[in-house]
């Protein structure tokens, strides 16, 4: 039996596995799939597991991912202590 990327079963699957899938990925990132693929590609997006054809994300692994996007606001820098 063929999946696709956007299959119910697969999707049921990877959350008992405490998974997101990639469509999950793309619509939390609010990303294209294609976009997904270059992460992987680059090594720069979350770590993934590749299982048949279907790419699953441990959800530890978006937490480490999210949390390394984090940016700080505030603790603003004087141009003078930069130069």
Do not use: Q
Not at 2 to 22: G, Y
Not at 56 to 78: A, I, W
């Amino acid at each position: 039996m063929e999946t696709t990327k956007d299959d119910p079963a697969v999707a049921e699957l990877a959350r008992s596995l405490d998974c997101f899938t990639e469509a999950d990925l793309c619509r939390l990132a609010g990303a294209k799939p294609t976009t997904v693929e270059a992460w992987r590609k680059r090594h720069t997006g979350p770590d993934y597991v590749l299982i048949g054809n279907a790419f699953l994300y441990p959800r530890e692994s978006l937490k480490e991912f999210l949390r390394s996007r984090v940016r700080k606001m505030g603790g603003s820098v004087s141009a003078k202590s930069v130069l």
